[in-house]
């Protein structure tokens, strides 16, 4: 699809918005539901914040998730996954769990403390947003 847009800079900071130049009956809106559905729920794991270094080619992904590794019951390995546009970088954050014998079942869901994840992006970050590829939410980034 191909629409009009705007382009916003501001003042003291290098970072630009842009959006469509549509008026308010075009714009296409999903429905939200109140209702949390787990056969319909959104990907990935919630980002809390994320840093980077000076160059830009490095993100810290910081999250709550399982304590432990994926070598342990309950435990979770995570890695993040950049999406790359001109304007911005979607991290969508993926987990696999543990898969041997025993597992703690509903108890593993209860137990979290505060994990990162860190990845070298292929190109550095320069002026482009970084957004949360669960909800697509902005996430500001601070120095590492």
Sequence with gaps: ???????????????????????PGE??????STEWNSFN????IPIERVMSTSDGRVLTVVFT?????????????????PVYSAHGVVLVLHGRGYTGDKHGGMACLLIG???????????????????????????PVTAA
């Design 1 to 23: 699809m191909v629409a009009p847009a705007w382009e916003f800079t501001f003042a003291g900071f290098p970072t630009r918005a842009v959006t469509p130049a549509i008026g």
């Design 27 to 32: 714009v296409l809106t999903p429905p939200m």
């Design 41 to 44: 729920s959104p990907i990935g």
């Design 65 to 81: 998730a399982a304590v432990d590794g994926a070598d342990k019951p309950c435990g979770e390995d995570y890695w993040a996954e």
């Design 113 to 139: 403390r505060q994990r990162q994840v860190t990845l070298e992006l292929t190109e550095p970050l320069g002026n482009r947003v970084v957004l949360e590829g669960m909800y697509g939410r902005l996430l």
